[in-house]
């Protein structure tokens, strides 16, 4: 009797050649709808699954494959002579070969105004029904759900007349990751749709888009995995156009560098190093924006990561050039800027889509055990309701200062302190146990630039003496969240030495 396999794929890439190669190997083809149109139009003998199952298709296809006919003869052992004896009293024959993949969901619900019908329509009962039922029997029938492993199978079954069993087994492995994955868009859209916050299950899923050398260390091992649905202002998304792959500590320190500009809409230059900015400048120009930027800390910047927010033009890629920088990202690059920046070899290039708006996601944490989820810090001056907490207005320029400030120290671990004047950050002090520490590391560096300038903080001030600091290193305005129970020592601090405070009624912790 000959083996039989079963075809049904929503993705028709390669699977017409596949069938040829299979009929030649002396495979009976099984298959259904579109696929079995297909094939028989590029001469491949078919069965249909009517023809198998005694039934037609009905329910406008949602139910053709769902048989005894076709189920039982993916499940039997055939080395179990009881399945054996059952199958003959049935009539069944063993199913030896699944090639399945799919309806398009995932494509389907990223259409512009897709309907709930048309998503629900697009959920496949019968795919993932045939691929589960034959992925479990894995010890006697291989399941193929992936083009990409054709070539391997087909070349197994030349070589021995069978798929090798590490190989099915790793088959079966793929398919249920793949249902997995599947069933997790579905639930994520179902869930979103009927307006559950708090499920009682959370599902996730990611694509793995590359392996890395290693991971924070040389000593650990690591990967990279994209959200199939997630934003397309990401690294995971990113265009490189020259240097070495990226690393696990290039891609996190890139995605910093990624969520700091994104709060600026003037060009602007921001500089990272371990996931904290190091600079951030704005300008009139990029090159400008830039300048004030590597300004800001040139020690700092050196083996560090620039996003610039415009596209990086001749002069501005020069003044790139200099320095020793891991990775650049810009929407684009002019032709002039590239040569100069791809003649040194290593450089990383990035484009991503600065006019595509960010999505807003979900950020996760694992800690030993389980994770964290919670929505993304996406609240901006434009949210918050600034209240002027002491005597003093600020000036027109202390305003730009300290929005600067806020946008930059959002981004800051905590307890974070950033000073700022009205186009560039001058000192930050970062992921300190106590915010004085962080004020007094931001002062440190601004240096005698801290005269006249603002300062931004992530949180309140439990007390009075951060102000304090602040006012010996000449600070003029302040900008924080406000709500301590001793908020008015600090106001009475501040006005004693003249400062203007912001209050802005949200903090920004960063852990």
């Given at each position: 009797?000959?083996?039989?396999?079963?075809?049904?794929?929503?993705?028709?890439?390669?699977?017409?050649?596949?069938?040829?190669?299979?009929?030649?190997?002396?495979?009976?083809?099984?298959?259904?709808?579109?696929?079995?149109?297909?094939?028989?139009?590029?001469?491949?003998?078919?069965?249909?699954?009517?023809?198998?199952?005694?039934?037609?298709?009905?329910?406008?296809?949602?139910?053709?494959?769902?048989?005894?006919?076709?189920?039982?003869?993916?499940?039997?052992?055939?080395?179990?002579?009881?399945?054996?004896?059952?199958?003959?009293?049935?009539?069944?024959?063993?199913?030896?070969?699944?090639?399945?993949?799919?309806?398009?969901?995932?494509?389907?619900?990223?259409?512009?105004?897709?309907?709930?019908?048309?998503?629900?329509?697009?959920?496949?009962?019968?795919?993932?029904?045939?691929?589960?039922?034959?992925?479990?029997?894995?010890?006697?029938?291989?399941?193929?759900v992936d083009a990409l492993d054709y070539e391997e199978v087909l070349a197994q079954l030349k070589a021995s007349g069978e798929v090798l069993g590490e190989k099915?087994?790793?088959?079966?492995?793929?398919?249920?990751?793949?249902?997995?994955?599947?069933?997790?868009?579905?639930?994520?859209?179902?869930?979103?749709?009927?307006?559950?916050?708090?499920?009682?299950?959370?599902?996730?899923?990611?694509?793995?888009?590359?392996?890395?050398?290693?991971?924070?260390?040389?000593?650990?091992?690591?990967?990279?995995?994209?959200?199939?649905?997630?934003?397309?202002?990401?690294?995971?998304?990113?265009?490189?156009?020259?240097?070495?792959?990226?690393?696990?500590?290039?891609?996190?320190?890139?995605?910093?560098?990624?969520?700091?500009?994104?709060?600026?809409?003037?060009?602007?230059?921001?500089?990272?190093?371990?996931?904290?900015?190091?600079?951030?400048?704005?300008?009139?120009?990029?090159?400008?924006?830039?300048?004030?930027?590597?300004?800001?800390?040139?020690?700092?910047?050196?083996?560090?990561?620039?996003?610039?927010?415009?596209?990086?033009?001749?002069?501005?890629?020069?003044?790139?050039?200099?320095?020793?920088?891991?990775?650049?990202?810009?929407?684009?690059?002019?032709?002039?800027?590239l040569e100069i920046l791809t003649s040194k070899k290593n450089i990383r290039l990035l484009t991503v889509p600065f006019e595509t708006e960010a999505a807003i996601?979900?950020?996760?944490?694992?800690?030993?055990?389980?994770?964290?989820?919670?929505?993304?810090?996406?609240?901006?001056?434009?949210?918050?309701?600034?209240?002027?907490?002491?005597?003093?207005?600020?000036?027109?320029?202390?305003?730009?200062?300290?929005?600067?400030?806020?946008?930059?120290?959002?981004?800051?671990?905590?307890?974070?302190?950033?000073?700022?004047?009205?186009?560039?950050?001058?000192?930050?002090?970062?992921?300190?146990?106590?915010?004085?520490?962080?004020?007094?590391?931001?002062?440190?560096?601004?240096?005698?630039?801290?005269?006249?300038?603002?300062?931004?903080?992530?949180?309140?001030?439990?007390?009075?003496?951060?102000?304090?600091?602040?006012?010996?290193?000449?600070?003029?305005?302040?900008?924080?969240?406000?709500?301590?129970?001793?908020?008015?020592?600090?106001?009475?601090?501040?006005?004693?030495?003249?400062?203007?405070?912001?209050?802005?009624?949200?903090?920004?912790?960063?852990?």
């Amino acid at each position: 009797m000959k083996k039989r396999a079963l075809i049904s794929v929503s993705d028709k890439s390669g699977v017409v050649e596949f069938a040829k190669e299979l009929e030649e190997l002396g495979y009976e083809i099984l298959s259904t709808g579109g696929t079995k149109r297909i094939l028989k139009e590029n001469g491949v003998e078919v069965i249909g699954v009517e023809d198998v199952t005694g039934f037609p298709e009905i329910l406008e296809g949602r139910v053709k494959t769902l048989h005894p006919n076709i189920h039982g003869g993916l499940l039997a052992k055939r080395d179990d002579e009881n399945h054996q004896l059952q199958l003959e009293e049935q009539g069944i024959q063993g199913i030896d070969l699944v090639c399945v993949n799919l309806y398009p969901f995932q494509q389907t619900i990223v259409k512009p105004n897709v309907s709930v019908e048309e998503a629900i329509e697009n959920i496949d009962i019968g795919g993932p029904t045939m691929l589960r039922a034959a992925a479990k029997n894995h010890q006697y029938v291989t399941v193929v759900v992936d083009a990409l492993d054709y070539e391997e199978v087909l070349a197994q079954l030349k070589a021995s007349g069978e798929v090798l069993g590490e190989k099915r087994r790793k088959l079966a492995a793929k398919v249920f990751r793949h249902t997995a994955a599947y069933d997790a868009y579905i639930a994520d859209y179902m869930t979103k749709i009927s307006g559950e916050e708090n499920p009682e299950r959370f599902t996730v899923t990611y694509e793995l888009k590359q392996s890395l050398r290693y991971g924070e260390n040389p000593h650990q091992k690591a990967e990279f995995y994209r959200q199939p649905l997630g934003s397309e202002f990401s690294v995971a998304t990113a265009r490189q156009l020259h240097g070495k792959e990226l690393s696990y500590n290039n891609i996190n320190d890139a995605n910093a560098a990624l969520q700091i500009i994104k709060e600026f809409t003037e060009p602007t230059a921001v500089a990272v190093k371990h996931m904290n900015p190091c600079g951030v400048g704005v300008g009139e120009s990029i090159e400008e924006a830039f300048s004030k930027a590597y300004e800001a800390d040139s020690t700092s910047i050196f083996g560090g990561i620039v996003a610039l927010n415009r596209v990086v033009d001749e002069e501005t890629a020069k003044k790139l050039h200099k320095i020793f920088l891991e990775i650049v990202i810009a929407p684009a690059f002019t032709e002039e800027a590239l040569e100069i920046l791809t003649s040194k070899k290593n450089i990383r290039l990035l484009t991503v889509p600065f006019e595509t708006e960010a999505a807003i996601e979900r950020k996760l944490s694992t800690v030993e055990g389980g994770l964290l989820v919670q929505d993304d810090d996406t609240y901006s001056l434009e949210d918050a309701d600034l209240r002027v907490a002491t005597k003093r207005e600020p000036t027109e320029e202390e305003w730009a200062a300290l929005k600067l400030g806020w946008k930059v120290v959002k981004h800051v671990k905590s307890n974070a302190i950033v000073v700022t004047d009205d186009k560039m950050t001058l000192g930050v002090g970062a992921g300190q146990m106590n915010r004085v520490g962080a004020a007094k590391i931001a002062f440190e560096q601004a240096g005698e630039k801290a005269k006249g300038s603002a300062m931004a903080s992530d949180a309140f001030f439990p007390m009075d003496d951060t102000v304090e600091a602040a006012a010996k290193a000449g600070i003029t305005a302040i900008i924080q969240p406000g709500g301590s129970i001793r908020d008015e020592d600090s106001i009475k601090k501040a006005d004693e030495h003249g400062i203007t405070m912001v209050f802005t009624g949200i903090r920004h912790f960063k852990h």
